[in-house]
């Protein structure tokens, strides 16, 4: 293993392992088969790539999708290892080129699709070849109870007699015993190593919430991720393209992606997104298979998918890094009202089965509960704590309604009045004291419980009915969703449900495994993004194949100047130093100079990134540690007194400081920085015409520190 830790280092610049990294890795040093089932960013493709590298011969990789194969022999050409793939999109040249560097034994992982592996001359090519091993990823294709069986998958059967002697390693993300087993038998795997790893991605925060004005929901979650990347499904064509439309005019960066477009269109839109040139897809359920962009930042469901199944699927896409990434879900009682009317055109047992997988989704969406703790539950897997401290429950974002007993109460008192006659929205209109025509011409607004709730606004009301259907206490039957009440809800005095309301507020995650930005420069991270998207299009890459974000902001946060700093940095192996290094120490060293920071900076063991298979419960935590300091703020305290008290280097606190500035829209600097001064730095900037500190602290003949400059300047952007 020592040999495959420092290929580690040498080609990926990574220093440890995820969670059964390295028990995959072992199964495959030790010649044994192997099943590995991992979540989406779990990790998967190096657990075969690395110990690819360290075998004698090449490994054969099958993979489904074109996209899929060229990315990842793009991702590992860019670190200086020997890959191809073998497809039908390939001239004969590009075909002559594989082929001599397969038979000259140079090459260390070949791609393929199951069909080509399926025809009698490429295997007997391929013995000719020396195989170290082979590897079925998405193996989860070749059985039809998992989401995307793929018959071509079932042609992989004759592969052990073909190869008898080769390991067979197959990988998913699919978990459930049926998918599991019928890899074992479809590959007739020989006693497989199986692992099969957590499903919990600590890195993403979950929230749900009842969709009110769709627009002006998403509108602020974006706003919250300007400029990054992000994915916002919709269940319907039509709202995608209306969606993506409004979202352009309003200024964001967004294409559309749905089955309704042409092929080179949706290649072209994909590409944009890939490519960092949109920010933003809007897509039905299409999109998403063979895009392993790993630094999507959020995920927004406009609509409620059909199943839990979905919605990991869906929402796993964010956040592949191991960096924090948000799940957002908007859901309304009519998006269950139409997925129950498209199941209601198939019959028998799959209808049931769909059936009950949409009443779990909407118990998802509208329970009280932390969201974590419901989805592995889901899966089967028990999650220790009671509360993740990220998602909206357990961030308290979601308050508990007072007075629910007799909210409760109401509503199910005016069911009954209604004579289980009613829907939800009239239902609501009622409660709510509505005057519209259709309820004083039935005369209900002579019903005991005519504006009983009608302090409480009509669409909360309509919220809380859809929180008691949820919950069993009512039930919605036939075409039109009549209300009735359940026997659940007879006694619901007896076991009160709780009523929640969205509160609005939006917490910062305090638990997710990685604190992103902690101790990034933004404005550093912002230039090296730009160098990034530079290289990337000369060469024709996707940015992420130059660097992963998680390696920028190592970057931004080491701010190394030479060789051995910048090798170590998370994620630069050899050939990335090689091809890159010259040109990012080159802007961190303008970006540093401009801007009066320090360089080469030790990053202390806790904000280093760590994406490594160490528990996280076992290390302090590292709660927002800025925000310890607000207070101080508050009372005015001094940088030095600050420093004093938390114990933390003067520079450090400077940092907290901007922090809070920017945070709480704070224009005055004072007492951090005397008037006289401000003035003259706005003064100086003003009639400079620059945000750089530089200038203004060369024109200030030296006087005034960069530290107070830039307190300053952050206090300036917020004068407006
Ligand atoms: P999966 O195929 O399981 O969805 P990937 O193999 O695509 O996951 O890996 C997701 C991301 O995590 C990739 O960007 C990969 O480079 C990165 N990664 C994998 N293993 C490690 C590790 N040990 N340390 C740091 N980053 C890793
Ligand atoms: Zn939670």
């Known amino acids: 293993m020592t040999q495959i830790q420092e290929i580690l280092q040498r080609y990926w610049g990574y220093e440890s392992f995820r969670p059964l990294q390295r028990e995959a890795m072992q199964a495959v040093m030790d010649r044994k088969d192997s099943v590995v089932i991992l979540p989406t960013g779990g990790g998967k493709s190096l657990c075969f790539q690395a110990p690819a590298l360290v075998l004698p011969g090449m490994a054969v990789v099958i993979s489904p999708l074109i996209s899929l194969m060229k990315d990842q022999v793009d991702a590992l050409t860019a670190n200086g290892i020997s890959a191809a793939a073998i497809h039908s999109m390939m001239n004969a040249e590009e075909r002559r080129t594989v082929d001599r560097a397969i038979r000259d034994g140079s090459l260390k992982i070949l791609y393929v699709s199951p069909e080509r592996l399926a025809q009698e001359r490429f295997r007997d090519y391929l013995r000719g070849a020396n195989v170290s091993f082979m590897v079925v990823d998405e ?310 419980t005519y504006a009983s709730l009608a302090s409480e606004g009509q669409r909360a009301v309509r919220d809380w009915i859809e929180q008691l259907v949820a919950q069993g206490y009512l039930e919605k039957t036939g075409e039109y969703n009549v209300l009735s009440v359940t026997a659940l809800g007879r006694g619901a005095d007896d076991s009160a449900p709780s009523l929640t309301k969205v509160s609005g507020r939006t917490r910062k995650s305090t638990a997710t495994a990685v604190k992103s930005m902690e101790g990034v420069d933004a404005g550093l991270f912002e230039a090296l993004r730009t160098l990034r998207r530079q290289e990337a299009e000369e060469r024709r890459v996707p940015p992420y194949v130059v660097f992963s974000d998680a390696s920028l902001m190592d970057m931004a946060r080491k701010r190394p100047t030479n060789t051995i700093e910048f090798l170590g940095v998370h994620g630069v192996g050899q050939k990335k130093f090689r091809d890159f290094g010259d040109a990012f120490i080159a802007v961190i060293q303008r970006y540093c100079d401009e801007h009066g920071l320090s360089t080469n900076v030790t990053v202390s063991a806790s904000t280093a990134l760590e994406l490594d298979d160490e528990p996280a419960r076992k290390r302090p935590s590292k709660i927002d540690t800025w925000r310890q300091c607000e207070p101080l703020f508050k009372q005015g305290r001094a940088i030095e007194e600050v420093s004093a008290i938390i114990q933390r280097a003067p520079s450090t606190v400077a940092g907290y400081l901007l922090k809070y500035i920017e945070e709480n829209q704070i224009a005055d600097p004072a007492p951090w920085v005397h008037g006289s001064i401000f003035e003259r730095v706005r003064e100086c900037a003003a009639s400079m015409e620059t945000d750089r500190m530089k200038p203004v602290y060369q024109a200030l003949n030296e006087e005034v520190s960069y530290e107070e400059i830039r307190i300053c300047m952050a206090c300036m952007r917020n004068l407006g």
């Open 139 to 448: 193996a989860h294709c070749i059985s039809q109870w998992g989401h995307d069986f793929r018959p071509e998958y079932r042609q992989l059967r004759g592969l052990r007699d073909t190869f008898p002697d080769v390991h067979v390693h197959a990988y998913t993300a699919t978990a459930t015993s049926h998918v599991r087993n019928d890899i074992v038998e479809e590959l007739s795997l020989r006693e497989p190593e199986v692992l099969v790893g957590s499903f919990d991605r600590p890195n993403l925060v979950y929230r749900a919430e009842r969709r009110a004005d769709a627009f002006q929901q998403i509108g602020r979650v974006l706003g919250r991720h300007e400029g990054e990347s992000g994915i916002i499904y919709c269940i319907s064509r039509k709202e995608v393209d209306s969606l993506c439309e409004r979202l352009n005019i309003a200024g964001h960066k967004a294409v559309p992606y749905h089955a309704g477009l042409r092929d080179e269109d949706r290649k072209r839109n994909q590409d944009a997104f890939i490519r960092d040139r949109a920010d933003i897809v809007v897509a039905t359920v299409a999109f998403g298979m063979g895009i392993d962009k790993p630094d999507v930042r959020f995920v927004i469901h406009a609509g409620m998918p059909k199943s839990i199944e979905h919605y990991q699927q869906e929402s796993g896409r964010a956040g592949r890094d191991g960096l924090e990434a948000e799940c957002r879900l908007l859901y309304s009682g009519a998006d269950f009202m139409i997925w129950k009317s498209m199941l209601a055109k198939q019959e028998g047992e799959t209808a049931e089965i769909a059936l009950s997988k949409l009443e779990d989704m909407q118990r998802y969406c509208t329970g009280a509960a932390c969201r974590r703790k419901t989805l592995l539950a889901y899966f089967d897997e028990h999650y220790p704590k009671d509360r993740c401290g990220a998602c909206d429950y357990c961030l308290n974002e979601l308050d508990t309604v007072e007075g629910s007993v007799e909210i409760v109460r109401a509503i199910l008192a005016c069911v009954d009045e209604l004579g289980s006659m009613a829907g939800p929205t009239y239902t609501a209109l009622v409660l709510s004291g509505s005057t519209e025509e259709r309820v004083l011409s039935k005369g209900h607004d002579n019903l005991s």
